[in-house]
């Protein structure tokens, strides 16, 4: 059942998507919407925190909270899942060209994830399409004790929704950017040059036990994807 921060959360995301509230628009004020979903201004003011987090609004001192300006396919983060970043965003996700393999982990794929020789992992491969544009070729792991029912329905929508239902979700992750030229047969599946620069990222990631539960790489189209990273000073 949806909570009431989420309730708050969902109608703000709501009004964005329908360009209610546009890009550099400010919206209602705390003490508004709290009258008028019926909450209180702190589990509005809570909302309103998840949101700037996530860089969806932003916060002026003494003049309220306005939309941020978002590029059209920018900053999917990995971890929440591709489906669900998409979607926040108002973009329709998608997936096509899946390919599921029950195999024995190799020797990296044994080191990434803490297995022993002969242990079982599902390995996939699908290319995440936004608004039916394919936006990322995805070639990954999973361990098969954590997913024995996986099938390729599931990898067409969203594996981590699966796996949350299972109790299984992501904590933190190791990862790992570099600029590459595109090889040939991912760049196909891309609708784009082979040689054409794509940002390769490889990551581990990891449940709150430290456990991982999936490793891989995703190739990303540089020109519908961009990476924004705050920086904190932690002396401060």
């Known amino acids: 059942m949806e909570n009431k921060c989420d309730a708050v959360k969902n109608?703000?995301?709501?009004?964005?998507?329908?360009?209610?509230?546009?890009?550099?628009?400010?919206?209602?004020?705390?003490?508004?919407?709290?009258?008028?979903l019926e909450v209180s201004r702190m589990t509005v003011r809570k909302a309103l925190d998840i949101l700037t987090q996530e860089g969806l609004v932003f916060k002026e001192k003494g003049r309220g909270t306005f939309v941020a300006r978002q590029p059209r396919y920018a900053e999917f983060q990995y971890g929440v899942g591709f489906?669900?970043?998409?979607?926040?965003?108002?973009?329709?996700?998608?997936?096509?060209?899946?390919?599921?393999?029950?195999?024995?982990?190799?020797?990296t794929v044994m080191e990434k994830m803490n297995l022993?020789?002969?242990?079982?992992?599902?390995?996939?491969?699908?290319?995440?399409?936004?608004?039916?544009?394919?936006?990322?070729?995805?070639?990954?792991?999973?361990?098969?004790?954590?997913c024995e029912d996986l099938?390729?329905?599931?990898?067409?929508?969203?594996?981590?929704?699966?796996?949350e239902k299972k109790g299984i979700s992501f904590a933190f992750l190791d990862?790992?950017?570099?600029?590459?030229?595109?090889?040939?047969?991912?760049?196909?599946?891309?609708?784009?040059e082979p040689g054409f620069p794509v940002i390769l990222m490889s990551l581990t990631v990891y449940m709150k036990n430290g456990i991982p539960?999936?490793?891989?790489?995703?190739y990303y189209r540089t020109d519908k994807f961009t990476l924004i990273q705050s920086v904190y000073n932690r002396e401060l």
């Not at 997936?95 to 195999?103: F, Q």
């Not at 390729?152 to 594996?159: A, D, K, L």
């Open 175 to 192: 990862q790992k950017l570099e600029a590459v030229a595109c090889p040939e047969y991912i760049a196909r599946s891309l609708e784009i």
């Open 213 to 218: 539960f999936n490793f891989g790489c995703q």
């Open 151 to 163: 099938n390729e329905e599931i990898v067409y929508t969203s594996i981590y929704n699966h796996l």
């Open 116 to 146: 022993e020789p002969g242990d079982k992992v599902w390995h996939v491969t699908r290319v995440r399409c936004a608004d039916g544009v394919p936006v990322a070729y995805v070639n990954e792991y999973y361990n098969y004790l954590h």
């Open 11 to 36: 109608y703000i995301l709501d009004k964005i998507h329908r360009k209610i509230y546009c890009p550099g628009q400010m919206i209602d004020s705390e003490a508004d919407l709290a009258k008028k």
């Open 83 to 107: 489906a669900r970043e998409a979607r926040k965003r108002g973009i329709v996700p998608s997936t096509r060209n899946v390919s599921l393999k029950l195999c024995t982990a190799d020797k």
